[in-house]
């Protein structure tokens, strides 16, 4: 049996494959609809402000199931097991104390998503900030040099001036 190897040329795909992915020629017109529609429906702010209000609706009704379904587990094994501690003497204690662990827990989990992200965006800033430094790096070596260049020509044109000056004075002394 032979294999033929694969060069990953179009003509190597299975026509299954072609089908469902397509080649970039088959795409061309999807992408500029796709870029005219994206770039001629842009979002206004007051659009904006409902997308993020629905986010947070969102995220605060998942937040509400996940505590429901972790305080359901939670009530099973304080029936099944009870509390080892003492400390929890009725089944409100326990519910308050598992509110009390799970909301620290989440808000431990939000400290250092946010940590994250503030130093995402650090990093990000820092790289545009160390970009622009460079610039301004070549800029001022730019200025630096075309400086240079004006002193050049200015002392040439000067010492010009001066001997076209001394010039009819040198000849009168001779």
Known sequence: MSVKASTNSANDRPAAWTRVVG?????ADFMEKYQSYSSSNEITEEEEKQLNLIDEQIDRADREIEYKMDLDEFRIKFIEEGDFSGRLKNWQMAEADFCINWLSHKKHQLEQEMDRDIQWLK???ANKLKQFEDKIVAAQKYY???YQQ???????????YAD???????????
């Open 23 to 27: 080649l970039p020629k088959d795409n």
């Open 123 to 125: 990093d990000k800033y």
């Open 144 to 146: 630096d040099l075309a």
């Open 150 to 160: 004006w002193l050049s020509e200015n002392w040439q044109s000067q010492n010009a």
């Open 164 to 174: 076209n000056l001394l010039h009819p004075i040198a000849q009168v002394s001779k």
